[in-house]
């Protein structure tokens, strides 16, 4: 488990200090997918730095199933990097060393002996589906292979998390899907716990199972990623769940307008529209709609105008009590 607790980071710069974080409280549980969201500036970065030390915070603590990171020697820290390893946008791959001998650089550090470090390391090109590309040069390689030896390395001390700066930024829509896909394997296959830094939405969709999401430094809105992305609360989760903005309310004269939010439960079997229609005779309208299907369910939120007639209350009782819904009714 990784607890942050009252972490604050500031940075001096000639325009005067810049507060990177701001008291951050968070808790990452063990076998987490964890996204941590937010705009450029927000201080992801930073957080996940934190996280290895790689940045030290000016106060507060951060915890790695129990050890104080901010207490640890040199030599500690070291060590603690095997447990906590990363992978970056820009892969930093050494790129005089073959695939091969960068997935085994970090067990030679920790004085693996080399016999033992290269079978390891063929046994991680294996599971990152790359075999064949044990003595090709990492400027051979695509952004993709690349992050797929970049993931082998971070593997090769048998971490118990693994840290994701940006990792699928710089690929094209398919890689990062199949990337991803691998980060979830490895997730679900080896028990690493994952932190995902990322300004992408439809990354946290994929696979994160919780989310923090961070603006300015502060964490604004943190929890499991369907409640999250059902209901967005501050204003800066809205602007990433709805990029095009909120679906806005016009008043439309003789109807109630009404805004319901899919939890995450609702199967696509039972469309609601169509059965307000058959089973109340209401002849719902959408206004505007921004759902979306997240690990099999529908997340998001429909702007519906409800004809204000005699099956108008019949028809708002059917909604609340339709299962996996938010009902909420809003004025024009
Ligand atoms: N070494 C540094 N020196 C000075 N300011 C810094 C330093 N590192 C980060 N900052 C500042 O801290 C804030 C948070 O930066 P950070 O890189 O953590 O944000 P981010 O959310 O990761 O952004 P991006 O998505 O653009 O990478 C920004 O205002 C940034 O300018």
Redesign the pocket.
Same mark, same amino acid.
């Given at each position: 488990m990784i607890e942050l607790q009252h972490l604050t980071?500031r940075?001096? &710069?000639k325009g005067g200090t %810049? %507060?990177?974080?701001n008291d951050i409280n968070l808790t990452i549980r063990d076998g987490d997918i964890y996204g941590i969201i /937010?705009? =450029? /500036?927000?201080?992801? =970065? &930073?957080? %996940?730095?934190c996280i290895n030390m790689l @940045?030290r915070p000016d106060e507060g603590s951060v915890s790695v199933d129990g050890r104080r990171m901010e207490t640890l020697s040199a030599g500690e820290l070291r060590a603690a990097r095997r447990d906590i390893t990363m992978i970056f946008q820009q892969f930093n791959l050494l790129m005089q060393r073959t695939c091969l001998r960068n997935i085994m650089f970090p067990m030679e550090l920790a004085k693996v002996p080399k016999e033992k470090a290269e079978a390891r390391a063929r046994e991680l090109l294996e599971l990152v589906g790359l075999p064949d590309k044990a003595e090709a040069y990492p400027a051979q390689l695509s952004g993709g292979q690349k992050q797929r030896i970049a993931i082998a390395r971070a593997l090769a001390t048998d971490p118990k998390v693994l840290l994701c700066? @940006?990792a699928t930024s710089a690929l094209d829509p398919n890689t990062t899907h199949a990337i991803l896909q691998l980060i979830q394997k490895i997730n679900r296959e080896l028990g690493i716990t994952v932190v995902v830094?990322t300004?992408q939405m439809s990354v946290v969709e994929e696979i994160c199972n919780r989310v923090a999401i961070?603006d300015e430094?502060t964490v604004v809105e943190e929890g499991d990623v369907q409640a999250i992305f059902s209901h967005p609360t501050s204003a800066a989760a809205k602007r990433l769940v709805y990029p095009a903005g909120a679906p806005k309310a016009e008043s439309l004269p003789g109807h109630k307008l009404v805004r319901v939010a899919f939890n995450g439960t609702q199967t696509t079997d039972k469309p609601l529209v169509a059965s307000l229609a058959i089973q109340c005779g209401a002849l719902v309208s959408i206004l505007a709609a921004d759902t979306r299907i997240v690990n099999g369910q529908t997340l998001g939120s429909m702007l519906l105008a409800l004809p204000d007639d005699e099956n108008a209350a019949k028809a708002i009782d059917y909604i609340k009590n339709y299962p996996g819904i938010t009902y909420e009714e809003v004025n024009g």
């Open positions: 980071k940075f001096a &710069t %810049v %507060v990177a974080l /937010g705009m =450029s /500036g927000a201080g992801k =970065s &930073t957080l %996940v730095r @940045e700066d @940006e830094i300004h961070l430094g």
